[in-house]
């Protein structure tokens, strides 16, 4: 624009107006589009961004990752309609256009069939469209229709999963009809394709399949806390290849699905998160146990965690080498407390023993050494003979 400013003035002042003025509306007239072309994508934007809002944690990481192509498709979109316009504000002839798009009409033969270009856009159109509003039927169904409804979380992100890959597979479907392909061809070719990298892609499709049976059986849903393949956490995603946990430590665990459904694993809250605490104890040789019952047993019920019904009980476990074993069984409210709660026991027992003078032992051993007469007389002559050394 700033040469323009400057050259055209030029251009006038030395008596070409004709060519001023063909360098001045046409470049007018361009940026008109332009402008007009980022009004209209800055409309869309705003739609696209309302519609995919999520919250505030991870609106920056989901823009990123799974939106950030759309506003890039629209923009190209745009450009390619206004390719032609621009030609014509610049003196192309109409008829010009006219047989570059026949050229484009003529497509690629693919088998029986012909990819066009109007083929490629409207594949692409109507595939944004189905993603677009599969999307939105996902939005409608999470924060509007299913809170309520008496599903759990689980169930919940189970079901939008579903409709979300059910909706991208019938949008591609549709998609590829409107382009005049031939589904049951493709078929043929994609079964053909199957048998040379079954073998190859056979561990994705089982890691596939198991994210389905997942998804429906609900052995495991987000929130969980399992154990699997030596982990520990909390379930916090379960997709169609893998699912990530979440262990205690803050760190981040990619188990594949077929191990979920192939291997045994450990659900401490498959149908509630009730569970059940251990705390062990030993008290000193000596010490009457029936007390030692009743003030275990106060501690435990008196918890807040611990549930009323069953009620608790103290198990007496036998004769240690090194003292009496007993044991605190209970079940609490929420199992993930579990930590917290045998931590309180703890503490509450050392200050209950402390109080009655029950002793906590720690292990003590006798040493018992053979032919100690001998060494002893051995340690003397050592001894006189260094004196007479010296």
């Known amino acids: 624009m700033r040469l323009v400013t400057l050259f055209v003035p030029i251009l006038a002042a030395a008596g070409y107006l004709y060519a001023a003025q063909k360098l001045v509306y046409p470049i007018i007239l361009s940026f008109g589009l332009i402008g007009f072309s980022s009004i209209i994508f800055g409309i869309f934007y705003s739609i696209f961004d309302s519609l995919s ?4 944690e991870n ?3 989901t823009s990123q990752s799974r939106w950030a192509l759309i506003p890039v498709l629209v923009v190209v979109i745009l450009g390619s309609l206004n390719i032609p316009i621009i030609a014509l504000i610049w003196g192309a002839e109409a008829s010009d256009i006219h047989a570059i798009w026949l050229r484009l009409n003529e497509g690629i033969p693919l088998g029986s069939a012909r990819v ?12 944004c469209l189905g993603f677009g509003l599969t999307r ?13 409804t008496m599903l759990d979380t689980g169930g919940r992100n189970a079901l939008v999963s579903g409709v979300g890959y059910a909706g991208i597979i019938l949008s591609t479907m ?47 849903k987000e929130g969980d806390w399992i154990e699997v393949a030596g982990f520990s956490g909390t379930v916090r995603k379960i997709s169609v290849r893998s699912t990530q946990i979440q262990t205690f430590d803050r760190g981040t665990v990619i188990v594949p699905n077929s191990e979920l459904i192939s291997g045994s694993v450990l659900n401490y809250t498959h149908s509630n998160s009730m569970g059940r605490v251990r705390v062990p104890v030993g008290v000193s040789y000596g010490t009457d146990p029936r007390k030692v019952e009743a003030i275990l047993l106060t501690i435990a019920r008196t918890h807040p965690q611990i549930l009323k019904d069953p009620g608790p009980s103290v198990v007496f476990m036998g004769f240690g080498p090194d003292s009496i074993d007993f044991e605190i069984r209970a079940f609490m409210k929420d199992v993930g407390y579990v930590l917290a709660i045998k931590s309180d026991m703890n503490y509450e027992i050392a200050e209950a023993f402390d109080k009655e003078g029950i ?19 051995a340690f003397d002559h050592n001894a006189k003979n260094k004196l007479k050394g010296a």
């Open 53 to 56: 809002e999520t919250p505030h």
């Open 59 to 61: 609106k920056a990481k």
């Open 116 to 127: 066009t270009l109007p083929g490629l856009i409207s594949l692409i159109v109507i595939f």
């Open 136 to 148: 939105l039927i996902q939005r409608v169904l999470r924060t509007s229709v299913l809170p309520k």
């Open 174 to 220: 549709i998609a590829i009809s409107s382009t005049g392909l031939n589904l049951s061809s493709l078929a043929i070719v994609a079964g053909a394709l199957s048998v040379g990298l079954g073998f190859g892609l056979q561990t994705i499709v089982s890691n596939f399949v198991s994210g389905v049976i997942l998804l429906i059986e609900r052995p495991i």
């Open 359 to 377: 002793e906590i032992p720690f292990a003590q051993r006798d040493i018992n050494i053979k032919n100690f007469e001998s060494l002893k007389a």
